[in-house]
């Protein structure tokens, strides 16, 4: 297992500051096989202790830490392109027909259509329920917000200098600052905006060449990102590596993390269709 350092962060309580030690334990808590998947890409987490699995085929599955599957759909495949809503519903693309679905109670209904955007990654944001979407067309991307009903009220392709943000959003996230945090593999880099669709900055690693994956944010704002050939990187708000909390000596091709409310860290990789579940943090 990774050796993880403590972290000091700043915690406001009412008006007043309290510093705290953050302390990173990654003890393993439990082990996942999930049934009918090949691999697991891409882990969504319900409140119920319910998750869906996707692996790059066509498989979409839910499933309980006992292993049920609960529930199964044939998609046309991808990489970070399902989320759970704050009310318990799937969301997913099917990138095939360019249309978003919903799932509400066992009933799969058309969300939204993106038009001739091939829709790649999704997020429904824990901040207002907005569903934040990451797309290509034709040498272009761009993520796009839609509200709950799924109207589309933002689009973010470039920045102020009008340069082309993204060339690849396939995972996607929200930070508790509202920024958006993308993983873009044709990048090479995780490209993080603000939540007016500014610039903020874009990491792309230190070692060797940067193949980001899976992405989520912590309570405090942490950024961590799987890096596919090399390791999870546990990066600060503003894009600072802090440090890594897998190596490849740890984990074989990591490609999903996302982390429940009570600081569980949840782990997929690309060969297997195993998920590790692990105690993420607790203060000191």
């Given at each position: 297992?990774?050796?993880?350092?403590?972290?000091?962060?700043?915690?406001?309580?009412?008006?007043?500051?309290?510093?705290?030690?953050?302390?990173?334990?990654?003890?393993?808590?439990?082990?996942?096989?999930?049934?009918?998947?090949?691999?697991?890409?891409?882990?969504?987490?319900?409140?119920?202790?319910?998750?869906?699995?996707?692996?790059?085929?066509?498989?979409?599955?839910?499933?309980?830490?006992?292993?049920?599957?609960?529930?199964?759909?044939?998609?046309?495949?991808?990489?970070?392109?399902?989320?759970?809503?704050?009310?318990?519903?799937?969301?997913?693309?099917?990138?095939?027909?360019?249309?978003?679905?919903?799932?509400?109670?066992?009933?799969?209904?058309?969300?939204?259509?993106?038009?001739?955007?091939?829709?790649?990654?999704?997020?429904?944001?824990?901040?207002?329920?907005?569903?934040?979407?990451?797309?290509?067309?034709?040498?272009?991307?761009?993520?796009?917000?839609?509200?709950?009903?799924?109207?589309?009220?933002?689009?973010?392709?470039?920045?102020?200098?009008?340069?082309?943000?993204?060339?690849?959003?396939?995972?996607?996230?929200?930070?508790?600052?509202?920024?958006?945090?993308?993983?873009?593999?044709?990048?090479?880099?995780?490209?993080?905006?603000?939540?007016?669709?500014?610039?903020?900055?874009?990491?792309?690693?230190?070692?060797?060449?940067?193949?980001?994956?899976?992405?989520?944010?912590?309570?405090?704002?942490?950024?961590?990102?799987?890096?596919?050939?090399?390791?999870?990187?546990?990066?600060?708000?503003?894009?600072?590596?802090?440090?890594?909390?897998?190596?490849?000596?740890?984990?074989?091709?990591?490609?999903s993390v996302c982390l429940d409310d009570k600081n569980n860290l949840y782990m997929g990789n690309a060969v297997t269709e195993i998920v590790k579940m692990y105690k993420y943090l607790h203060w000191v």
């Amino acid at each position: 297992m990774a050796s993880c350092k403590p972290l000091k962060v700043q915690m406001v309580r009412g008006r007043e500051g309290t510093e705290c030690t953050l302390a990173l334990s990654l003890r393993t808590l439990a082990e996942f096989r999930v049934p009918n998947v090949c691999n697991a890409f891409h882990v969504s987490l319900e409140k119920s202790n319910k998750f869906w699995i996707s692996d790059t085929v066509d498989s979409l599955v839910q499933t309980n830490p006992e292993g049920a599957v609960l529930n199964r759909i044939r998609t046309s495949g991808g990489e970070g392109y399902h989320t759970v809503t704050d009310e318990e519903n799937l969301i997913y693309a099917d990138r095939m027909m360019n249309v978003i679905n919903k799932i509400t109670e066992d009933k799969i209904k058309k969300f939204t259509k993106t038009g001739d955007w091939e829709p790649l990654s999704i997020h429904s944001s824990r901040i207002n329920g907005d569903i934040l979407v990451g797309m290509i067309r034709e040498g272009e991307a761009k993520v796009t917000r839609y509200n709950r009903t799924g109207r589309e009220i933002q689009n973010i392709q470039k920045d102020n200098n009008g340069e082309t943000l993204y060339v690849h959003p396939h995972y996607i996230t929200e930070n508790i600052n509202g920024d958006i945090c993308t993983s873009d593999i044709g990048k090479q880099a995780v490209v993080v905006v603000d939540r007016l669709g500014n610039y903020r900055f874009s990491y792309e690693g230190y070692e060797s060449i940067f193949s980001p994956y899976g992405i989520c944010t912590d309570t405090v704002g942490h950024i961590l990102v799987c890096d596919y050939k090399e390791a999870v990187y546990l990066l600060d708000q503003d894009g600072h590596f802090l440090q890594h909390i897998f190596t490849k000596k740890d984990l074989v091709f990591p490609c999903s993390v996302c982390l429940d409310d009570k600081n569980n860290l949840y782990m997929g990789n690309a060969v297997t269709e195993i998920v590790k579940m692990y105690k993420y943090l607790h203060w000191v």
